[in-house]
């Protein structure tokens, strides 16, 4: 299978990539991004592009299955307006275009509590974009809903780091839908769904991703 990743440069993004590329049974990876890749594999094509102008008829859209594990948060983005961009707009456009050209699965790495009705707009906007990615009609879509990811990120989040800590001391005792969920097991769980998709729409919880 051909499949494209977009967040290839993020925490779980970049598992997804190396787990994509480790597997027999993917032979190419599309993983278009802002800035090139510091990682050099044949099966690897890596598009430099602006999220903001994507090219609609470029020949590598025509992939098999589509991963998504691009976000931010609204204090990276700057505003909520830029935060929705990232995590709405641009993931429902790739998903769009990869559709167009073929791709018959969609992979979300979505968030734990995404809810288009929610008074959170973090998981508003999450719930917004499952929401759309349904109304896109994909043969297999499967929205992956982590809680909290654990992981060495190349940026510190105070508020994640604490609550890293917390959790994971209190990780043996807690119910799994709350334990810390390892970047590497949300990866696995996204892969799986791209080289093995199941019809219709899924859901992988917190509580199947936990580590």
Same mark, same amino acid.
């Given at each position: ?8 440069? @993020? +925490?779980?993004?970049?598992?997804? !990539? ?18 090139? +890749? ?31 594990? !691009? =976000? ?19 993931? /429902?456009?790739?998903?769009? /275009? ?9 992979? %979300?790495?979505?968030? +734990? ?6 008074? &959170? ?11 759309? /990615? $349904? ?5 297999? %879509?499967?929205?992956? $809903? ?12 105070? =508020? ?6 917390? /959790? @994971?001391? +209190?990780?043996?005792? %807690?119910? $799994? ?22 019809? =219709?729409?899924? &859901? ?8």
């Amino acid at each position: 299978m051909k499949v494209m990743l977009v967040g290839a440069t @993020g +925490l779980v993004g970049g598992q997804v !990539l190396q787990q994509l590329l480790d597997d027999a049974r993917c032979d190419a990876v599309v993983a278009p991004t802002r800035r090139p +890749l510091a990682h050099a594999d044949p099966a690897l094509h890596n598009p430099v592009v602006d999220f903001e102008r994507l090219p609609v008829d470029a020949p590598w859209w025509a992939v098999d299955a589509v991963i998504c594990a !691009l =976000g931010s948060t609204i204090k990276q983005a700057g505003s909520r307006a830029v935060f929705a961009r990232i995590d709405h707009d641009y993931p /429902l456009q790739v998903a769009t /275009l990869a559709q167009a050209h073929g791709a018959h699965a969609f992979v %979300l790495n979505s968030a +734990l509590g995404a809810d288009a009705q929610s008074r &959170i707009f973090y998981n508003q906007v999450k719930g917004r974009l499952e929401q759309d /990615l $349904r109304g896109l009609g994909y043969r297999s %879509l499967t929205l992956v $809903r982590p809680g909290l990811i654990g992981g060495e990120r190349s940026e510190r989040r105070t =508020g994640e780091h604490l609550a890293s800590v917390v /959790l @994971g001391a +209190l990780g043996p005792v %807690l119910p $799994r839908a709350w334990r810390i969920n390892p970047a590497a097991n949300i990866a696995a769980a996204m892969v799986e769904a791209a080289l093995a998709p199941r019809p =219709g729409v899924q &859901i992988v919880g917190a509580a199947a991703l936990a580590g």
